[in-house]
């Protein structure tokens, strides 16, 4: 096992390979707070990639309800289950230091999926889920915790669920590329899409069995494992509506609740983001520090961000997205002025936005929220494309637009 540095658990772990060539990482941050689990990424990413026969229970994106529900039924739960056995009272964070750049969240002093495994039955903990389990992605939607009788308030509701979005992670280590014994798993170096050579791939499953997050999936039909391409092609450029600039995904430009935001950051040779304040992804997730990683406790390094769900037990989040949760909360819910602005960019644009700008506006209201008093500018958020020119910009204040004459016959 070579050791690698994962600034998630801030430290060093073993992985099967040292760190890759990628250049840039395919990377994306999802408000949980804004989702309506409407579906309609789950069937955009249905309708183009997963359609054919034998892919009738691959869902490469899915909304899920926790804390019940699931795809495949308990994913998670089975696997720190799994984790908790192999590394008994080891599965601790060490948040009391002071956070750095290469330690935002402190220390995992657990064990990884990597560093569980045995090194020689498997490279990867992980487990094979039933059949079963994978045709209901829908199980226990909008199935709630017990609900008190005197309501609920925030910060936190007695009553809770909350939507969970999920596509592939793309992660910096991923677990299925580690325990393919064909070699078949690679990342693309230009952005770091995790892919399946379908040419080389035998169909052992051992990339099903080892994804934490259970987004590589069997194909009957072919014998071989598929997951999420992140779009690639729209990526490289392919999308006639963007004109050549690479595009974000099905998922991402069909979300109804504007939750999304995707795009690519530049890595350096050590395999960590390089320092670009004015990047929107690398601005939520390392300077604003709003936007956590998934279950980072695993080692995958992964890069899917989530801005954590205000109103759900810490307990449960702290399992999930790790101690940067109280902070991520506090500054959502009492925003800077920058990162007020900037979420106004998410799912602006159908072109992927590499860089944004703020323009200072006039201050048009003052709000008191959680005893904190804030100051609300109309400032506007632009933000510009791959060839450096702007692609779309929108202000904090939507703009009131009234149409003269009688508008219907009531």
């Known amino acids: 096992m070579a050791q690698v540095y994962n600034w998630q658990l801030g430290r060093e772990m073993e992985y099967p390979y040292g760190e890759g060539d990628t250049t840039r990482q395919f990377a994306a941050v999802f408000n949980i707070n804004r989702c309506i689990a409407c579906q309609t990424c789950t069937m955009a990413c249905k309708s183009t990639w997963t359609f054919s026969p034998g892919q009738e229970l691959m869902w490469w994106n899915n909304v899920e309800t926790k804390p019940f529900g699931g795809y495949p039924h308990h994913w998670d739960v089975n696997l720190l289950s799994k984790q908790s056995e192999l590394d008994p009272g080891g599965q601790t964070w060490d948040s009391l230091r002071s956070a750095t750049p290469t330690q935002p969240y402190g220390v995992f002093n657990g064990k990884t999926i990597f560093e569980t495994a045995d090194g020689t039955e498997a490279r990867v903990t992980g487990y094979l889920p039933p059949e079963d389990d994978w045709k209901a992605p829908n199980i226990f939607e909008d199935a709630a915790t017990k609900f008190p009788k005197q309501g609920a308030t925030l910060p936190v509701h007695d009553g809770w669920f909350f939507y969970l979005q999920r596509i592939c992670n793309h992660c910096s280590y991923p677990g299925c590329l580690a325990a393919c014994p064909r070699n078949a798993i690679y990342k693309r170096p230009e952005d770091g899409i995790v892919l399946v050579d379908q040419e080389r791939c035998r169909g052992y499953r051992k990339c099903v069995e080892a994804c934490p997050y259970k987004k590589a999936m069997y194909r009957p039909t072919t014998r071989t494992s598929e997951k999420c391409i992140g779009c690639f092609p729209r990526l490289e450029g392919l999308e006639p509506l963007t004109e050549g600039l690479p595009t974000e995904t099905r998922c991402m430009t069909s979300c109804v609740g504007k939750i999304r935001m995707q795009g690519l950051v530049d890595v350096g ?35 899917v961000y989530y801005i954590p769900p205000r109103w759900v037990p810490r307990d449960y989040l702290h399992q999930m997205f790790g101690p940067g949760v109280e902070q991520a909360i506090d500054r959502y819910t009492n925003p800077s002025r920058e990162l007020l602005a900037l979420l106004q960019l998410f799912r602006a644009a159908q072109a992927v936005i590499f860089r944004f700008d703020i323009e200072q506006g006039p201050k048009v209201n003052e709000i008191t929220v959680n005893g904190r008093t804030q100051e609300i500018f109309n400032d506007t958020a632009v933000g510009f494309g791959a060839d450096g020119n702007e692609i779309v910009r929108i202000s904090v204040q939507e703009p009131f637009f009234e149409r003269p004459g009688k508008q219907n016959s009531i």
């Open 269 to 303: 040779a050590d395999g960590q983001w390089l320092h670009e304040p004015n990047n929107p992804l690398y601005y939520l997730v390392h300077e604003e520090q709003v936007a956590l990683p998934m279950y980072p406790q695993f080692g995958t390094q992964p890069n």
